[in-house]
């Protein structure tokens, strides 16, 4: 047998666990990246401050349902590396299906500040998801979950994009050539942890999707930051209210529920 080589092995000295007296969560959990959203949805949904027996760079919130078990908010976060910590932490306390509610900058001029985009895939231009070994070909978000924001969306009368977007851990090197080159490429928008947590997802066999707002645009090669902007205000809130929703809704519990049954079925 050859010398095994140390750096292809894929035991890990820390592992996310849960630990005594941390909560036990519900299948759904929802990442909030913005600090200012996070607090809007904790006060909307009478959420209740966990506490997490370790170090973690995040707030965790729990929303007591009505039947089932606990829905979980958590964040702020900002880039990759953050958002993979919350998103580890939250599946080894259970949750199975991960909602991400951020922001983004556009780079096509059909989306302007306060619009929604749903992502489907992301380009990796961060160094968290190289960590994690899966098949790049699989690098999407969750199908079911995507169809059940449609869904909601359409019912809510809110418009919205789908298609892949950009990620960056370096905020201030998305420079004219990358935006033209992406945006002529399809790329929707540009932001920081999306590829990273589609990878995660892969890698532990969860579910992910996200809710994107635009926050600012690039497209005309002249920075407009729309933080502060009524719209961008209103439709923030207005996702959060959609993705709450979406997340106690017993009804879907049963669609998911009833859609595993079909699959079982077919074989």
């Known amino acids: 047998m050859g010398k095994r080589d140390s750096f292809s092995d894929s035991s890990v000295v820390i592992r996310p666990k849960r630990e005594k007296g941390e909560p036990l969560l519900g299948p759904n959990a929802i990442m909030v990246a913005v600090r200012s959203e996070l607090a809007f949805m904790v006060d909307l949904s009478h ?18 349902k009505d039947k089932g078990l606990p829905l979980a908010l958590a964040g702020p976060l900002l880039g990759a590396p953050q958002g993979v910590i ?10 199975r ?6 922001w983004c900058g556009s780079l096509q001029p059909y989306l302007l500040i306060g619009d929604l985009i749903i992502p489907t895939s992301a380009l990796s231009e961060e160094g968290t998801s190289a960590h994690y070994p899966v098949n790049k070909k699989r690098a999407q978000t969750s199908s ?15 418009p919205f994009e789908k298609g892949p977007v950009w990620t960056t851990d370096a905020l201030y090197r998305e420079t004219e050539k990358k935006v033209m080159a992406y945006g002529k490429r399809g790329l929707l928008a540009v932001e920081m942890e999306m ?9 532990h066999s969860v579910e992910l ?21 009524d719209k961008l ?3 923030s809130r207005e996702a959060g209210r959609l993705l709450l ?18 699959n079982n079925r077919q074989y």
């Open 47 to 64: 959420a209740e401050r966990a506490v997490l027996e370790t170090f973690n760079p995040f707030k965790l919130f729990i929303a007591k």
């Open 86 to 95: 919350v998103m580890e932490k939250l599946i080894a306390l259970g949750a």
């Open 97 to 102: 299906r991960i909602w991400v509610l951020g």
């Open 144 to 158: 079911f979950l995507n169809k059940g924001l449609e869904d909601a969306l359409l019912k809510a009368n809110l």
């Open 195 to 203: 590829s990273a947590l589609i990878t995660l997802a892969i890698y």
């Open 209 to 229: 999707a996200g809710l994107l707002i635009v926050s600012d645009e690039l497209f005309s090669l002249e920075w407009r930051n729309g933080v502060g902007a």
């Open 233 to 235: 205000k209103k439709r």
């Open 245 to 262: 929703d979406l997340c106690m809704d017993d009804v879907y519990e049963a669609k998911r529920e009833d859609k595993k049954g079909n």
